[in-house]
């Protein structure tokens, strides 16, 4: 196992910027990527999407070149540029051969340290993400997740989408962008990473010389970590959508953040419950067994702050009921009685199995060391993963189903017609109709 496993390297700029690196030596390619370590979840209240536009607005020119200048010189290079915000983090990419690694890491710090923040280009950017929200609502499945999320968080962070959505679209303001860059974007928060062909020495020199005079112009926000209060009550929450034929399904409760102990016996049991495809035992009652839906998945989104747990599924709108019944009971049992030594077994072999294809590119590593560098996770990660799923034991995995599988809080929420499946569903209990979310 230990030869595909690459060496990370780790440096310190002066101003507090971390660096971290993989000489990746099997094509001649590099990967760079820029993080700072605040997200979505630091947007404004009522102005979701403040991150997620911050990071495409500075790719859109510098106080150096205009955009369009900007873009034909990263592809006279071959070379990708991308942005975007994220939950706990916003990142800015740029890809190319490893030959023009100076020139990159030249054009990625000046996109992050002199950004122009043109004005002429909001109006644009507004149109665009106007057009792309409003396409998002024609699809059930997109609309479905945002609005459980929005129902189940409130008000909280993790409540609102990345993207934000038409509401806080007109609330935005060119100097709600800024102010986020002037805040979040503060050495101490941000870290530089680089896999490809390239000595790691020479990363740190030119890093230093280009680098070097980021500076911070505040304090960042303090990172967003606590569970969040008020959360929406279990029960059956149906909103009604009398031009579907049928009924999209979301049930969760609040789950762990990234650093719990319990993540790998967790992540096994997950699997186990329905993140393993045709294996997993919500597929196998729902699809294989009742023939109620093509997928069904259950995942919990390990962040910063406790993420939501949630199983998605749809089904024609008459089985809504039993659907919902069926997969509380899955989920019950595997809380009752835990897993099987055969079940636990297939799902290391899996993850074992699975790991190495995620460190084949400097893309896939590239994404490895955003989650070691973020969530703290600390540089022997890659070495110790397949201990860590390989040591799980049968009473461990049940020790965390019990402990964090919680079917007597599940929030469900129904997008479909309230006119063929709410009678069977207040079988099930009570329903609470409600509006737009």
Same mark, same amino acid.
């Given at each position: 196992?230990?030869?595909?496993?690459?060496?990370?390297?780790?440096?310190?700029?002066?101003?507090?910027?971390?660096?971290?690196?993989?000489?990746?030596?099997?094509?001649?390619?590099?990967?760079?990527?820029?993080?700072?370590?605040?997200?979505?979840?630091?947007?404004?209240?009522?102005?979701?999407?403040?991150?997620?536009?911050?990071?495409?607005?500075?790719?859109?020119?510098?106080?150096?070149?205009?955009?369009?200048? &900007? /873009?034909? *010189?990263?592809?006279?290079?071959? @070379? !990708? %540029? +991308?942005?975007?915000?994220?939950?706990? $983090?916003?990142?800015?990419?740029?890809?190319? &051969? /490893?030959? *023009?690694?100076?020139?990159?890491? @030249? !054009? %990625? +710090?000046?996109?992050?340290?002199?950004? $122009?923040?043109?004005?002429?280009?909001?109006? &644009?950017?507004?149109?665009?993400?106007?057009?792309?929200?409003?396409?998002?609502?024609?699809?059930?499945?997109?609309?479905?997740?945002?609005?459980?999320?929005? &129902?189940?968080?409130?008000?909280?962070?993790?409540?609102?989408?990345?993207?934000?959505?038409?509401?806080?679209?007109?609330?935005?303001?060119?100097?709600?962008?800024?102010?986020?860059?002037?805040?979040?974007?503060?050495?101490?928060?941000?870290?530089?990473?680089?896999?490809?062909?390239?000595?790691?020495?020479?990363?740190?020199?030119?890093?230093?010389?280009?680098?070097?005079?980021?500076?911070?112009?505040?304090?960042?926000?303090?990172?967003?970590?606590?569970?969040?209060?008020?959360?929406?009550?279990?029960?059956?929450?149906?909103?009604?959508?009398?031009?579907?034929?049928?009924?999209?399904?979301?049930?969760?409760?609040?789950?762990?953040?990234?650093?719990?102990?319990?993540?790998?016996?967790?992540?096994?049991?997950?699997?186990?419950?329905?993140?393993?495809?045709?294996?997993?035992?919500?597929?196998?009652?729902?699809?294989?067994?009742?023939?109620?839906?093509?997928?069904?998945?259950?995942?919990?989104?390990?962040?910063?702050?406790?993420?939501?747990?949630?199983?998605?599924?749809?089904?024609?709108?008459?089985?809504?009921?039993?659907?919902?019944?069926?997969?509380?009971?899955?989920?019950?049992?595997?809380?009752?009685?835990?897993?099987?030594?055969?079940?636990?077994?297939?799902?290391?072999?899996?993850?074992?199995?699975?790991?190495?294809?995620?460190?084949?590119?400097?893309?896939?590593?590239?994404?490895?060391?955003?989650?070691?560098?973020?969530?703290?996770?600390?540089?022997?990660?890659?070495?110790?993963?397949?201990?860590?799923?390989?040591?799980?034991?049968?009473?461990?995995?049940?020790?965390?189903?019990?402990?964090?599988?919680?079917?007597?809080?599940?929030?469900?929420?129904?997008?479909?017609?309230?006119?063929?499946?709410?009678?069977?569903?207040?079988?099930?209990?009570?329903?609470?109709?409600?509006?737009?979310?």
């Amino acid at each position: 196992m230990a030869n595909y496993l690459p060496e990370i390297h780790q440096a310190t700029l002066p101003n507090g910027m971390n660096l971290l690196g993989v000489e990746y030596d099997r094509v001649p390619w590099v990967s760079i990527i820029f993080m700072v370590k605040r997200g979505s979840e630091a947007d404004p209240v009522g102005k979701a999407g403040v991150a997620d536009w911050t990071a495409e607005y500075l790719t859109l020119g510098t106080a150096r070149r205009q955009q369009l200048q &900007l /873009a034909q *010189d990263i592809e006279s290079r071959g @070379a !990708t %540029l +991308a942005a975007r915000g994220g939950w706990d $983090a916003t990142l800015i990419s740029l890809e190319g &051969l /490893a030959e *023009d690694f100076p020139e990159l890491l @030249a !054009t %990625l +710090a000046e996109i992050v340290q002199v950004p $122009a923040f043109a004005e002429e280009e909001f109006p &644009l950017l507004k149109k665009r993400r106007r057009a792309e929200l409003v396409h998002m609502l024609d699809d059930p499945r997109e609309m479905a997740n945002l609005r459980f999320l929005r &129902l189940f968080f409130g008000d909280a962070p993790y409540g609102w989408p990345v993207p934000g959505d038409l509401k806080s679209l007109e609330a935005l303001s060119l100097d709600d962008l800024k102010e986020f860059y002037q805040r979040q974007f503060a050495p101490q928060t941000c870290s530089l990473m680089v896999v490809g062909m390239v000595p790691f020495p020479r990363v740190v020199e030119e890093a230093g010389r280009l680098w070097g005079s980021f500076k911070d112009t505040g304090p960042p926000s303090p990172p967003y970590t606590s569970a969040p209060q008020g959360l929406c009550p279990p029960g059956i929450y149906l909103l009604d959508r009398p031009e579907l034929t049928q009924s999209e399904i979301r049930l969760g409760h609040l789950g762990l953040p990234r650093s719990h102990p319990d993540f790998f016996p967790l992540k096994l049991v997950n699997y186990i419950l329905g993140e393993g495809g045709f294996s997993s035992r919500l597929m196998g009652r729902i699809r294989s067994d009742l023939g109620c839906t093509y997928g069904i998945r259950s995942h919990f989104h390990f962040r910063r702050a406790p993420g939501p747990f949630i199983i998605s599924t749809f089904t024609p709108a008459v089985h809504t009921a039993l659907v919902v019944k069926e997969i509380t009971q899955v989920v019950k049992e595997l809380w009752e009685k835990g897993v099987t030594a055969q079940e636990l077994a297939e799902a290391q072999s899996y993850y074992v199995g699975h790991f190495p294809l995620g460190l084949e590119t400097p893309r896939g590593l590239g994404r490895q060391l955003i989650l070691m560098d973020l969530y703290d996770l600390g540089r022997d990660y890659l070495k110790n993963y397949c201990e860590q799923i390989q040591g799980v034991t049968l009473q461990a995995a049940a020790q965390a189903a019990q402990a964090h599988l919680k079917p007597e809080d599940l929030v469900t929420l129904i997008m479909g017609p309230a006119s063929q499946c709410a009678e069977a569903l207040e079988e099930l209990g009570p329903v609470k109709i409600v509006d737009e979310i």
